[in-house]
């Protein structure tokens, strides 16, 4: 089964600094990754997602991630964090039609 | 085009007593998760259904969990009876297969305190 792996439990960053938040990935073909937000109290926002061709995918509030088969990983990045990007941040893996299994999340806090 | 929508918002209820939480997802996707979120165990994926029916429910924790899906657009979590460590935020979850490509798209949560 797949399964996700995200290293940095919480990160700070000062704010308008740039952000790479990291996700690994364990499944035995290309799978499809995403990369969801959560604010406090409120549910998951879907922020981009990878199914295939260019591994550099943009996504909303001006995230990007990029796909690295070698690495099994699909890091998620922000040239310039704002105030309002604190939240928990998850990466996600899914096989075709199967079920999502989620990261344990990744928490940003913005340094003013 | 309403999203997944989840009630109760909140709960609050006593330690025995009987919970159940209600998932409406979007009109025409056919397969819904639940997941439960705690601080310890992060996002947990506790059952799938594909077109009401259950293809996964390793995740339920013990016999006090159920979970059914009568039809296209109505789904339950029930505990009974629940204790405090049941005290999580229950996400319902819904995807079109076909056209969204997996896409899953959340609910804004349940949030459930046994005392």
């Known amino acids: 089964a ?7 439990i919480h990160i700070t960053v000062s704010e308008g600094a740039s952000l790479e938040l990291r996700c690994n990935y364990s499944y035995g073909a290309t799978p499809y990754l995403f990369w969801y937000v959560q604010s406090p109290g409120q549910g998951l926002q879907l922020l981009l997602k990878y199914f295939s061709g260019d591994t550099l995918v943009q996504g ?19 040239p310039s964090v704002h105030w309002s990007d604190a939240a928990e941040y998850f990466c996600a893996v899914a096989a075709y039609n199967n079920d999502m299994r989620f990261g344990a999340g990744t928490r940003l806090t913005v340094k003013p | ?10 709960e609050v209820t006593e330690m025995g007593q009987e919970v159940t939480l209600r998932c409406k997802p979007i009109s025409g996707h056919n397969s819904l998760f639940w997941y439960r979120q705690t601080m310890m165990r992060g996002l947990e994926l506790l059952i799938y259904f594909n077109n009401n029916v259950p293809i996964d429910d390793s995740g339920m924790p013990e016999d006090r969990f159920s979970a059914k899906m009568p039809n296209a657009s109505f789904s339950t979590l029930k505990i009974q009876p629940s204790e405090p460590r049941d005290s999580a935020v229950y996400f319902c979850a819904s995807r079109a297969d076909r056209t969204s490509g997996n896409t899953i798209y959340f609910g804004e949560g349940s949030w459930l305190t046994v005392v």
């Open chain 1, 2 to 8: 797949q399964s996700v792996t995200q290293p940095d």
């Open chain 1, 60 to 78: 909303i509030k001006g995230f990007e991630a990029e796909f690295k088969r070698s690495q099994s990983s699909f890091n998620l990045r922000k």
């Open chain 2, 1 to 10: 085009d309403a999203g997944v929508i989840q009630s109760p918002r909140h």
